[in-house]
């Protein structure tokens, strides 16, 4: 059985009611992966909202990018 690390890139809210997590999965016998937990059921927003919600989901993926951007960086010798 492998081993398998999780760590969180980033988190947070695209509507008042939903969230998304975006994690790095290390396991000791698969690649790397990195999981997007999207809401289990439809996010319903207004027209209005429509790029609230957009920049939301795009500000989440961009920090995840950052910080597994660091974790590289840390890795290097």
Avoid: F, K, Y
Avoid at 1 to 9: E, G
Avoid at 10 to 27: F, H, K, M, N, Y
Avoid at 47 to 54: D, E, F, G, S, Y
């Amino acid at each position: 059985m492998s081993q398998s690390n999780r760590i969180t890139l980033a988190s947070g809210q695209i509507t008042p009611g939903d969230a998304i997590i975006v994690e790095l999965v290390r396991a000791s016998e698969t690649p790397e992966a990195i999981l997007v937990h999207w809401p289990s059921a439809p996010s319903v927003v207004t027209p209005a909202r429509l790029t609230v919600t957009i920049n939301a989901v795009i500000r989440i993926l961009a920090q995840a990018r950052t910080r597994l951007a660091q974790i590289r960086a840390a890795e290097l010798p």
